[in-house]
């Protein structure tokens, strides 16, 4: 891992120093040479020295003025200032070191130079918490073991701090999201930081603990009842569990009563999902149109999951020609659709044929029936489904048998499966009606019973209790 992702999750330490940066006295200090860092100066050396000398002996403002630096990204003014802080301190003031940790993190891919610092500042100071943390932070992946046995050690240095939270937020930053459910479990959430539950109702939701995600949320919540993070929790696990009246409470939450609330395509997508689950059609397809207008909406994948989800809330209104339409640009979106991304249009054709009559149902049924042939044509192992599906669309359009419409497919479906050594349920079921369909037609409309009489003894053998079959056999 990079040594600038070591210094990304350390920074998320902030407010674990036991140390202050700056007492109240020396804040204009530290204000000023905020405000000439960020200006740029050319003579920056020049404007800085005055402040130098009149801090030569504060170690707080010397490390204050180097954490400024360092977010400025000017590491070697950080580093001095650092040193200078270590020599008015005679190497004894915590901070000073942390600084050069993080200096080290973010100058080397090497984790192990940025430990030594952090290890440093421990020795400084045995109770300053941020160090401990920092250590374990960019050693969990040179020997997460040895990160966790310094949280451990911490832990008999400050009974207060969380430090099974800290162990929690470590593999939450690893992506371990299992294992740091396991240390997140363990710890007392009354003690926890507000971003250690946002993080724990967080990997309970990517791990579909959604009821766990839910409860932490909603403890979270009481705490703040502001916090985006929490209502979003609570918007998004609502949704999974199916409780879409609360889902749309915290989804009002979290668009008109939190604070500092970004929305992203994500955010609008569930908010159709909760509006679809709660049977408000209209409003899930206004949230999915405002999910494909917004700015993150920045690939095709992303694009298609979107557009089969509007889709679906067209179905779910029965708007057959909407739901088909946005279906076929889901199909478009897709880099390559799969047999059942093929098989969904040529339901949707089915089921807007089923709602129509005369000459419109036949143009249907024919755009089903050619969705179908397409699945055959593109996936061979969907054949047999794809053909016998097309035998069902044609009895549809031909439901007397006069023209025959569905005999290339049912015979097709009967030379195919027939000779199979091992049928299975769905090939028996397939052939049962297959054999049936062949029955009437050579007996009804070719009076060929000696033709429907073959089928007749082929369906027996699959259906001994067939009624058919045996009237066809008993025929004289």
């Known amino acids: 891992m990079k040594a600038i992702k070591y210094l990304f999750m350390g920074m998320l330490m902030t407010g674990f120093s036991t140390q202050l940066m700056a007492q109240d006295g020396s804040k204009a200090d530290i ?53 200078q802080a270590l020599a008015a301190s005679k190497n004894k003031f915590s901070p000073a070191f942390v600084l050069l940790g993080d200096i080290e993190a973010l100058s080397s891919d090497n984790g192990g130079t940025a430990a030594a610092q952090y290890n440093q500042a421990i020795y400084a100071d045995p109770k300053n918490a941020e160090a401990y943390f920092k250590y374990a932070n960019v050693y969990r992946k040179i020997s997460p073991s040895e990160a966790i046995a310094k949280l451990e050690e911490l832990r008999s240095q400050r009974p207060d701090v969380a430090v099974d939270a800290l162990a929690g937020r470590i593999y939450y930053n690893a992506n371990d ?48 009842p502001r916090n985006a993070a929490f209502n979003r929790l609570a918007f998004f696990n609502s949704t999974d569990l199916q409780k879409y009246d609360d889902a749309l409470t915290y989804a009002d939450a979290l668009f008109n009563r939190s604070d500092s609330a970004k929305f992203s395509y994500y955010d609008y997508t569930y908010y159709g999902n909760a509006y679809n689950g709660a049977k408000q059609s209209d409003k899930a397809i206004e949230m999915y149109q405002k999910a494909l ?27 057959f020609p909407n739901a088909i339409k946005h279906y076929q640009d889901y199909l478009s979106n897709i880099e390559k659709p799969s047999a059942n991304d093929l098989a969904g ?43 016998f599906m097309r035998a069902r669309v044609n009895s ?12 290339p497919y049912y015979q097709k479906l009967a030379d195919v499966i027939g000779p199979k050594a091992e049928k299975d349920n769905t090939d028996k079921a397939r052939l049962n009606e297959s054999y049936r369909y062949l029955i009437a037609y050579y007996l009804i409309q070719k009076d060929d019973k000696t033709t429907a009489t073959s089928y007749a003894q082929k369906l027996i053998q699959i259906d001994p209790e067939s009624e058919i079959a045996k009237q066809v056999l008993e025929m004289k």
Do not use: W
């Open 31 to 83: 204000d000023a040479v905020k405000r000439i860092i960020s200006s740029k100066p050319a003579d920056l050396d020049k404007q800085m020295k005055p402040f130098y000398k009149a801090n030569k002996k504060n170690a707080e403002n010397l490390v204050a003025f180097g954490r400024a630096f360092f977010e400025a990204k000017d590491t070697l003014n950080a580093r001095s200032c650092a040193n």
């Open 293 to 319: 207008q917004m700015e993150d909406m920045d690939n095709k994948d992303k694009r298609a999951g979107v557009i089969k989800q509007l889709s679906d809330a067209y179905l779910e209104k029965e708007d």
């Open 177 to 224: 999201f299992d294992k740091a459910l396991s240390y997140y479990d363990k710890a007392d959430r009354t003690k926890m930081e507000d971003r250690d539950l946002s993080d724990y109702a967080m990997a309970a939701y990517f791990k579909q603990q959604n009821q766990k995600s839910l409860d932490i949320a909603k403890y979270g919540l009481t705490r703040k």
């Open 345 to 387: 249009l040529a339901s949707l054709h089915m089921q807007h044929g089923s709602s129509l009559t005369a000459t419109e149902q036949a143009e249907a049924f024919k755009r089903a029936d050619a969705a179908y042939a397409d699945l055959a044509e593109k996936y061979e192992n969907a054949m047999e489904y794809a053909t």
């Open 396 to 407: 549809q359009m031909d439901p007397d048998q006069s023209k025959g419409l569905a005999l």
